[in-house]
Structure formats: C-alpha cells, structure tokens
C-alpha cells in the first residue's frame, strides 16, 4: 500500500541575473497538498495535465527528494525516515531511458537483481518469467542499442519488476508506445493486479483519458499542484454531472471553485 498525505513542495529558481544586476529569484510551488491513498490489488491512477504535479509527487514517493510538509508510506515505512527499505518495497518505472545499450535485455534485468541482492541465479529465472509475462521473448538476448521505444518499455518495465515488489509505480509509461506497445502493458498491469499476478498496488501516472477509463480502479484528480477529486470513474462522472470522463475531468480539474476548494 502507498500512502501520500498531503504533501507540498516547492522550488526556488533564478533568473535575469548579471555582473550588474543581482538575479531575481521565483518561488514555484510544483505541488500544493496531494493526497493519494493506493491500496494492494487496485490501480490507482493519478491523472492531471502536463505541469499538475504528478511527476513531482511520484519523485518524492522515489526518495529523489523529501516534501516540505506531508507524508509518504510504503507498506507503513516512511520514505523520509528509511528510504532504502521503502524503495526495496517498490518497482519504479519513470521512463524507458537508462537502458545499458551493450547489454541484451535478460542481462540488464539480472543486472538489476543483483543490485537488489538476488543471485545470478534467481535472477536469471525471473527473468525469465518476466519475459513470458510482458511477451519479450523475442528481444531477451539481443542488445538493448537499436530497441524500438516499446521494447525498450518492455525491458525496463521487466527491470523494475525483477524483485518482484509489492508496490509499483508508473510515471506515463505510455508516451511514445504505438497500439500494440500500449495494449501490452495494460494487459500486463491487469495481470499483477490480479490475486495470480500477486494483487501489486499500481499508481500510474497520465494525463490520457482512455487510459483510465480502461484500467484504473481508482482515480485522482490533480491541478495546480492539489488533489482536487478522488474516486471510481463512475464516482467522478457523477460528481461532475457528466456523462463523459473527458468532460468530467475538465470540470473537476478547472472549474473555478474545484481550484479555490482545494
């Protein structure tokens, strides 16, 4: 279970500075109190436009940095107080970057066992059986130099998943995936949803409606940096008073009042 509880967090940046001129500096507050309650065999989905506050929120869930106020659990286990035992307990996909090029895809997820304390071994096998799972039988022994932006999804998604953790966490994970890229992951996030697939408690990250119509239990709304709505797609519907998710998350996300509630 992932809990974040009204977290904040700002930044300070500077700008138009010279020998002459002391540089002005702007306070930017990236999130402004977010509260998202991710329980085990659900996927939560955390959904806002480009600049919301989901990336930032999602960093501090990594560890990157601490918020200035609020909290954030892992299974109980404070991020702030004891952030290797809570990173233990997730997966974490930020994007499909970060691939080593000259190593095949198998050897990548091993690799990454072994930094999580598996054996060559064990981590072998899972590798295995992550290729089965997200269909990358094709691609395990080559390179990761010259993989299309899905296999490269694939391979790091596989990575994240190699310790199997009980927790995982998805930031967009489908820019830039073609049709069939993206139908695989969804039908690989049902599957570890599932009790067969271990009940994981999935946040994932999107600005892209469809995406949570399909596969989200749950849903948070976030805007200028607050959570604004929280709930079932059909719960959000009827709170705006449409009968479109599109349409609905408009109204909740910008709405005047939504804004000033928060």
């Not at 109980?76 to 970057?97: C, F, K, N, Y």
């Amino acid at each position: 279970m992932i809990d974040i509880q009204q977290v904040s967090k700002h930044f300070v940046s500077r700008s138009g500075g010279s020998l002459w001129k002391r540089a002005s500096k702007h306070i930017v507050h990236a999130v402004q109190g977010v509260t998202v309650e991710a329980a085990n065999g659900r996927i939560t989905g955390l959904l806002g436009a480009n600049g919301a506050g989901k990336t930032t929120t999602l960093r501090m869930l990594g560890g990157l940095f601490p918020p200035d106020s609020g909290s954030i659990t892992v299974d109980g286990i404070a991020v702030a107080e004891q952030p290797r035992l809570a990173l233990a307990r997730m997966g974490i996909l930020g994007d499909a970057h970060g691939l080593y090029p000259r190593l095949s895809a198998r050897e990548n997820i091993i690799y990454f066992g072994r930094l999580q304390g598996m054996d060559a071994e064990a981590a072998n096998a899972r590798a295995e059986e992550l290729a089965r799972l997200l269909d990358m039988g094709a691609i395990l022994d080559r390179r990761a130099e010259g993989f299309s932006q899905g296999e490269r999804m694939k391979t790091a998604l596989a990575r994240a998943l190699v310790h199997d953790p009980a927790n995982i966490v998805l930031d967009e994970p489908t820019n830039g995936l073609d049709v069939l890229a993206t139908r695989s992951l969804r039908e690989a996030l049902r599957h570890l949803r599932s009790p067969a697939g271990g009940s994981k408690c999935i946040v994932f990250s999107t600005h892209i409606m469809q995406e949570v119509e399909q596969l989200c239990d749950r849903v948070v709304i976030v805007a200028h940096g607050r959570s604004v709505a929280e709930g079932t797609v059909d719960e959000l519907l009827a709170l705006a008073g449409e009968s479109k998710f599109e349409e609905a998350f408009v109204k909740l996300a910008f709405d005047h009042k939504n804004e000033v509630a928060a």
